[in-house]
């Protein structure tokens, strides 16, 4: 489709390989310019992201800050955007994923910066997609003090927001309660899959009893590590005869597990993970139940009717997901051995109906609206 017109969108960094928000951005970027007309110019908060130094393709120019600085943001937006009625035209879509322009998760100096862009520029429009909103945790992890200041954070940056969007109804929610804004005007697009999704997928009975292990860096030891033995457990009850585990990895992947064969793939393009996904009948994350529509994993396993094995039940029925219709719970005693092979096949085409309402032509051509 020829281009109609332009976006920016400010994300932390373009490693796409490396950070999911990338990887969702520049998909996204696509979508919108074959699906909608809509072409992005990128700006990059990370003032030393190697993937512009790279000389990587990203579907549209892109600049980065020289510094994480207020009135770095400000003059990057204006020189992209211009002035009068060059910003009045302009819109900028914001990753909003607090941890990703800050190690702290306290970006002062992006709602300081975005704060004095929109008050010189008020026609332009700012849309915020909220990956993350603050965090918490006991009073002995860091997350406990910081997340007052991040919650504030957040809300200021609502307040300058035309548009909010998240992933999930559990963010909508907080952004509600911090910013004082009716949850009714925040609208939850769950993330699509970032590995394809297949026009039709292998019926879950004729599948390989496959498991896979999908994710970045960090995955293996959330697998083989901290959920060892659950992992283990459904292995048995699944009768898996292959764990694959697909993706770069950072420390060594155990060879087998409770007797099972592991396969390691190490990275692979995007059609082929979405080739050996068609051919697994579970996929395995370590992700509570409430945020899971936030993940592009969870994402990935839904598209290719791949049944999802979650760690954490967290929250009820949270985005339309309920435990044994859309996902397992991992359990390390095997409690979950009644589990049928009639009922695993019903989640498998479960998942991929309730993916189907936010596909990434879905979910394009809501954003397109918004964006306009």
């Known amino acids: 489709m020829t281009t109609t017109r ?7 960094s373009l490693r796409a390989r490396e950070d999911g928000v990338a990887d969702y951005a520049t998909l996204l970027a696509a979508a919108l310019r074959e699906q909608a007309g809509i072409a992005t110019r990128w700006l990059v908060g990370d003032p030393g992201d190697r993937a512009l130094d790279a000389g990587e393709r990203h579907d549209g120019p892109a600049i980065r800050l020289e510094s994480r600085s207020p009135e770095q943001v400000a003059a990057a937006l204006r020189a992209i955007c ?6 009045a035209r302009c819109t900028v879509l914001l990753h909003y994923a607090n941890y990703g322009y800050a190690s702290r998760g306290c970006p002062r100096w992006l709602i300081e910066g975005l704060g004095r862009w929109k008050t010189s520029n008020p026609r332009a429009r700012l849309v915020v997609m909220y990956h993350e909103v603050y965090a918490s945790g006991p009073p002995w992890r860091s997350a406990f003090w910081l997340g007052p200041l991040q919650r504030r954070l957040a809300a200021q940056l609502l307040a300058l927001a ?25 609208l939850v697009l769950p993330v699509f899959s970032t590995v394809g999704e297949p026009a039709d997928n292998v019926p879950w009975y004729a599948r390989r009893p496959w498991l896979a ?15 060892r033995a659950a992992l283990a457990s459904v292995a048995r009850m699944l009768q898996v005869d292959e764990i694959v585990d697909i993706g770069a990895r950072s420390r060594p992947v155990p060879a087998k597990l409770a007797g099972v064969r592991v396969h390691t793939t190490g990275y692979l393009p995007r059609a082929e993970v ?27 396993y839904c ?31 095997g409690s979950g051995a009644t589990v049928s092979p009639a009922m695993l096949a019903q989640i498998s085409q479960t998942v991929c109906a309730w993916y189907r309402g936010h596909s990434v032509a879905v979910q394009t051509a809501a954003l397109s609206r918004v964006l306009d």
């Open 6 to 12: 332009e976006i920016v969108q400010f994300l932390p």
């Open 82 to 87: 211009g002035n009068g009625d060059g910003a």
């Open 162 to 186: 035309d548009q909010a969007i998240t992933s999930t109804e559990l963010y909508r929610r907080m952004l509600a309660a911090a910013g004082g804004r009716p949850a009714e005007g925040i």
């Open 213 to 227: 292990v999908l994710g970045r860096a960090g995955t293996e030891a959330r697998a083989y590590e901290r959920h």
């Open 274 to 300: 979405s080739k050996l996904l068609r051919s697994c009948r579970a996929g395995f994350l370590d992700y509570p139940s409430d945020v899971l529509s936030k993940s592009t994993v969870f994402a990935a």
């Open 303 to 333: 598209a290719h009717g791949v049944v999802p094995l979650v760690t954490q039940l967290r929250g009820a029925g949270m985005d339309g997901l309920r435990e044994g219709a859309h996902f397992l719970l991992t359990r390390s005693e």
